[in-house]
């Protein structure tokens, strides 16, 4: 894991960017027919970058901080959107980023923290 822990680290912000643009910006992306679509696509963003960082950092004391800076983007993420012209606050989708992190946190302890060891050993 350590030959490409910056690399992994550097995809992880990656994607923290990505969600934060996502949060942010004025697009108007179609909503899918599916009731709660957006609710499960907070939890599944959140849910993965906790899979992600939680990988790269294995000590529970770094997974109870990454845990809690994770849920603390996504309020933050919410509240910022409460502010824009074009968003609005929705306290369901902070708890559906907060679920997607606990969740990924319970996956992680179960034992799904090796993927990217294994994808490394694979084709590194």
């Known amino acids: 894991m350590d030959k490409f822990r910056f690399c992994w680290f550097l995809a992880g912000a990656g994607w923290i960017a990505l969600v934060v643009y996502l949060s942010l910006a004025n697009l108007h992306i179609p909503q899918a027919p599916v009731a709660w679509s957006d609710k499960l696509s907070h939890f599944l963003a959140y849910g993965f970058l906790m899979g992600w960082f939680g990988q790269l950092y294995l000590l ?5 901080i990454l845990a809690g800076s994770l849920i603390a983007l996504g309020c933050l993420m919410e509240v910022l959107q409460g502010q824009l012209p074009y968003r609005w606050f929705d306290v369901v989708d902070a708890l559906a980023n907060s679920g997607g992190v606990l969740v990924a946190w ?6 799904a923290d090796k ?8 084709f590194g």
Request: proline share 0%.
């Open 106 to 111: 319970l996956v992680l302890h179960l034992g």
């Open 115 to 122: 993927i990217l060891c294994w994808l490394q050993q694979r």
């Open 60 to 64: 529970r004391k770094s997974r109870v």
